[in-house]
T-cell receptor, first 113, second 113 residues
Framework: QKEVEQNSGPLSVPEGAIASLNCTYSDRVSQSFFWYRQYSGKSPELIMSIYSNGDKEDGRFTAQLNKASQYVSLLIRDSQPSDSATYLC?????????????FGTGTQLKVEL | DTGVSQDPRHKITKRGQNVTFRCDPI?????LYWYRQTLGQGPEFLTYFQNEAQLEKSRLLSDRFSAERPKGSFSTLEIQRTEQGDSAMYLCASSPGQYNEQFFGPGTRLTVL
C-alpha cells in the first residue's frame, strides 16, 4: 500500500462548481497534511495545510481531515479555469522521525467553461 | 520577501558528466529539503538539512549524489557520473521549522542524454 494515495483523474468540473479532491494515507504518515497546486511544468505551490481533525477554510478552499478514516480532502468552491492544475496531497513526516513530505501522485483537475 | 531560488533552471548534460545545482532558501528558514520529481509522479524526498547539518537521506540518494549546506544558508546538490535515469525535476524547498510547511523553488530540470 502506498503511503499517500490519490486518484490521478482527470477530474472535470464545470466553471462555478465545487471540485472535491480526495487523499488517503497509511498509518505511517504523520498527522500534518498539505495540499499543493502544480501547474504543468512548474513547481508545487502550497495552498493549504491542516493539522487537526475537522475543516479548515481559506477563501475558496476548504481542507478536511479525518484521522479515524485516514482521509484528507480539498474542496474548491466556485471553480475557475485558472484552478485547472494537478493537486498534490502530502503528509508531513513519518512515524519515528524526520520532517520530509510524502506525496501522492496528484489529481489532475480540469475546470471547463 | 523573496522566495526560494534555484540555479540553473534547466541543465542538459551527457551521460557520465557531473552536474551541480544550487538552492537559496527563503531568508531565515533553517530547514532545507531536496526532492526529485519525474513525470506523472509526486515529488520524492532526497535529503534534508537543519541549518548546516544533513539530518536525513533517502535510500534514493545513491553514492553518486551528494548535498551540502556549508554555512546553513544556500545548498548544493551534486550528481556524479550522471545516468539517463537521473533525468528529472530537482526541487528545493525551505521551511521555517514550524508545522512542516515547505515552500518550493522553481526547480532545476535535468536532462541526461
Amino acid at each position: 500500500q502506498k503511503e499517500v494515495e490519490q486518484n490521478s483523474g482527470p477530474l472535470s468540473v464545470p466553471e462555478g462548481a465545487i471540485a472535491s479532491l480526495n487523499c488517503t494515507y497509511s498509518d505511517r504518515v504523520s498527522q500534518s497534511f498539505f495540499w499543493y497546486r502544480q501547474y504543468s511544468g512548474k513547481s508545487p505551490e502550497l495552498i493549504m495545510s491542516i493539522y487537526s481533525n475537522g475543516d479548515k477554510e481559506d477563501g475558496r478552499f476548504t481542507a478536511q481531515l479525518n484521522k479515524a478514516s485516514q482521509y484528507v480532502s480539498l474542496l474548491i468552491r466556485d471553480s475557475q479555469p485558472s484552478d485547472s492544475a494537478t493537486y498534490l496531497c502530502a503528509g508531513g513526516g513519518l512515524t519515528g522521525g524526520g520532517n520530509k513530505l510524502t506525496f501522492g501522485t496528484g489529481t489532475q483537475l480540469k475546470v471547463e467553461l | 520577501d523573496t522566495g526560494v531560488s534555484q540555479d540553473p533552471r534547466h541543465k542538459i548534460t551527457k551521460r557520465g558528466q557531473n552536474v551541480t545545482f544550487r538552492c537559496d532558501p527563503i531568508s531565515e528558514h533553517n530547514r532545507l529539503y531536496w526532492y526529485r520529481q519525474t513525470l506523472g509522479q509526486g515529488p520524492e524526498f532526497l535529503t534534508y538539512f537543519q541549518n548546516e547539518a544533513q539530518l536525513e537521506k533517502s535510500r534514493l540518494l545513491s553514492d553518486r549524489f551528494s548535498a551540502e549546506r556549508p554555512k546553513g544558508s544556500f545548498s548544493t546538490l551534486e550528481i556524479q557520473r550522471t545516468e539517463q535515469g537521473d533525468s528529472a525535476m530537482y526541487l528545493c524547498a525551505s521551511s521555517p521549522g514550524q508545522y512542516n510547511e515547505q515552500f518550493f523553488g522553481p526547480g532545476t530540470r535535468l536532462t541526461v542524454l
